[in-house]
């Protein structure tokens, strides 16, 4: 078993800042075993949508909406990804989630997602 946890969310107002966080756990031999990890956003009705990726050898890619304004970043140590959102605007508002493929054992390389933190940024 794998967990992907995010923490970090919350209400801030436009032009403020968050960072999310999100630590990978259970089954993972060794953070060497953790490739991409990335943040994605999904709004009621609509369908979840990339915000941020970053490989093992931390080449970054942002969606065209956040460049610039989003810094995605990792710990391998740590087994944590984060991304820092500054510049906050109302339609970034969203839950974000937290994604990994990771290595284990028992599936070998797959996929695995958070359960999501709230960001609402609202004046």
């Known amino acids: 078993q794998v967990q992907l946890v995010e923490s970090g969310g919350g209400l801030v107002q436009p032009g403020g800042s968050l960072k999310l966080s999100c630590v990978a756990s259970?089954?993972?031999?060794?953070?060497?075993?953790?490739?991409?990890m990335a943040w994605y956003r999904q709004v009621p009705e609509k369908e979840r949508e990339l915000v941020a990726s970053?490989?093992?050898?931390?080449?970054?890619n942002y969606a065209n909406s956040v460049k610039g304004r989003f810094t995605i970043s990792r710990d391998d140590v740590k087994m944590t990804v984060y991304l820092q959102m500054d510049s906050l605007k109302p339609e970034d508002t969203a839950v974000y989630y937290c994604?990994?493929?990771?290595?284990?054992?028992?599936?070998?390389?797959?996929?695995?997602w958070g359960r999501g933190t709230q960001v609402t940024v609202s004046s």
């Open positions: 259970g089954r993972i031999a060794s953070f060497y075993d953790i490739y991409d």
């Open positions: 994604f990994a493929q990771i290595v284990t054992a028992a599936a070998g390389i797959a996929g695995y």
């Open positions: 970053i490989t093992r050898s931390v080449y970054t």
